[in-house]
Structure formats: C-alpha cells, structure tokens
C-alpha cells in the first residue's frame, strides 16, 4: 500500500502500521494561482519513472484530483478506482472524471459523511464488509507538549482552542476572546491555541485581545507542534472548542469532549464524528465560496461564522467542564 499525499501528513502516514510507503506531492493550497497549480502538476510528473517500476495493481482516487488521473494514465496503472457519484453542493452530480475510471463505485452523492464516502470506495472495491475501524497513527510517545503545559498543573482545566482553519473558517476573534473571558471567570482554566501556520496571525490577534483581561491563561501552540503532538495534546485536554477543522478531526479520534463550530462548510458531509461533539452550526452551509480571492459571495466574509453567538459556545462549555471534578 502507497499512498500519493502532500508533505504536511509525513509524519501521520509514517507512522501509520499499514502503509508500506509514500509519494509526497507538493499540493497546491485553496486560492493559489492556477500557474502554481501547473508547475505543482509538474513536480508531482517526476515521480513517474518511480511509480511505474512499482508495478501498482491499481490506483484508488478518494478525491475529485484529475491530477491523479493523468497521473496514473501516464504510469499506465490498469485499474483506475474512483466513485461514480460524487458529493457536491447539487445532488446526483455525476463526477466528470468518471469516464476515465475502470472500475466504478457508486456513491450517493449529497446523502453521505466524506469520511465515509472514502470508506465505501475502498470496502466496494475489495469486497470488505465489517465494522472494522480505520486504522490510526498512535501518538502516545507524541508527549512533549503534554508533559510541558498540561501534566505540572493538574489542578486546572484544560481547553485547547482553534479559532481558525486553512481556508475561510474563522471564528470572530472578540467572539472567542468573550468565551474565554467568561469561562476563565467560572473555572480555573489553561487555554491552548492550536493550529498551523495559516492561523498563526488570527492566535497572535486572540492573545492579544485576551491578554487585556485579568485571571485569563493563555498560551500560544500555533505552529509549535507536531501532527501528532497535538493528537497527544488534545488526548489530556478536558475540551477542545474548535472551528471545522483538522484539529476537529483530531478531538474526535482523541474521544474527548469538543465544541465543534461549523459554518459555510456544512456539517451533513464535514463534521467530526464523535459522540462526544456537541455542533454548533448557524450558517447556510452554501460553501459558496471564492476560492481565488476568499471571500464568500452572498454575504460579508464569513458570515456564517459570525452568526454562532458566543453564549451559545459558552452554555456547552459550562455544560462539559461542570461535569469535571478538579
């Protein structure tokens, strides 16, 4: 089992005990020029004297990428897996790349999580039907930041935060700055910002707002940490409040309570799955976004975001952390 990924998931696939190895690409980030997206098209050519001397059987395609599709034609792959439906923002909009695909899964476009579209295309293929789990990277040796900021203080809460995600999913500042502020009034908790370096300047900004209000502890881990180094994190945090993100993803393997916030990225198909995720989801779910210029095109930017109330955040914080003994 190869796996073609971008370079940002090195360290989750290696340590994943099922896949025998990896193909990094440099993909190119929502809203790059379409000139990046060629020469990253290009970069991603040389790796083809390697994976036709792999000899691969088959090459299963999860997402909508024509990149990969002439990517394994080139590599002359025989089989071409990929799904004969896709989800899209219309129902039973039929995937364009279909026609170059051998073998054909059908999925029911609009009526399926994404996680789980990715499952159906590779149980349908091998004819795999069971409860079986998707196997994760273990993060327990991941404890660095763990036994920094969260094992010397036990006495406190902790709740780590993601006020921001890669692409138009932002939650106000002076919003997540008032739960803070309110939380920190009733409980003596530690907060933790996670994320990557695409929210690094909106931490830098709630720092700040938070740093204006006495008995508020907050510590700045955007892009301070590994993938799985925030999985061990989240893994000891009493709460996770987070916008639609990795990070999302990530609280909900951990299995611990988390604060999922939603907006223009609708949940039906995105959400993190965990019973233990109370969704917070005000928006219209529309996506209709620009994703040349970042801005969404019926309201102000992010608007979606924007209309989840802070009391609402507020209320199933206090509703986890009362269940806690400290």
């Not at 109370?278 to 529309?286: D, I, K, P, V």
């Amino acid at each position: 089992i190869t796996v073609l990924a971008p370079k940002p998931l090195k360290e989750l696939i290696e340590n994943n005990p099922i896949i025998d190895e990896a193909i990094y690409s440099d993909y190119p980030k929502k809203g790059d020029s379409k000139i990046f997206s060629i020469i990253n098209l290009l970069k991603n050519f040389l790796h083809i004297p390697k994976i036709i001397s792999s000899h691969f059987d088959a090459c299963i395609i999860l997402t909508h990428s024509f990149a990969t599709v002439i990517l394994a034609k080139l590599c002359f792959i025989p089989h071409l897996v990929g799904a004969k439906l896709r989800i899209a923002t219309k129902d039973n909009a039929i995937d364009t790349h279909a026609k170059y695909y051998t073998d054909l899964i059908e999925i029911f476009a609009g009526k399926i999580h994404t996680s789980l579209r990715f499952q159906t295309i590779i149980r349908s293929y091998f004819n795999i039907y069971n409860n079986a789990l998707p196997v994760l990277p273990c993060a327990k040796n991941y404890d660095r930041v763990t036994k920094e900021f969260i094992y010397p203080y036990r006495k406190f809460y902790h709740v780590g935060v993601c006020t921001q995600g890669s692409f138009l999913t932002k939650y106000p500042s002076q919003k997540f700055a008032k739960v803070i502020k309110e939380i920190s009034k009733k409980y003596p908790v530690r907060f933790y910002i996670l994320g990557s370096k695409a929210g690094l300047k909106t931490a830098q900004e709630l720092m700040q707002l938070c740093n204006e209000h006495k008995g508020v502890n907050i510590y700045n881990l955007c892009q301070k940490t590994t993938l799985l180094e925030v999985l061990n994190f989240i893994s000891a945090c009493d709460l996770t409040i987070t916008v639609d993100t990795g990070i999302a993803h990530m609280a909900a393997v951990s299995n611990k309570p988390m604060i999922n916030l939603c907006g223009g990225t609708n949940p039906k198909f995105s959400r993190a799955m965990s019973a233990k995720s109370e969704l917070l989801y005000f928006g219209e779910g529309c996506f209709d976004c620009n994703m040349d210029n970042n801005f969404c095109r019926t309201q102000p930017f992010q608007f979606c975001m924007d209309k989840i109330p802070p009391e609402s955040v507020i209320k199933e914080a206090f509703k986890v952390l009362d269940k806690i003994k400290k």
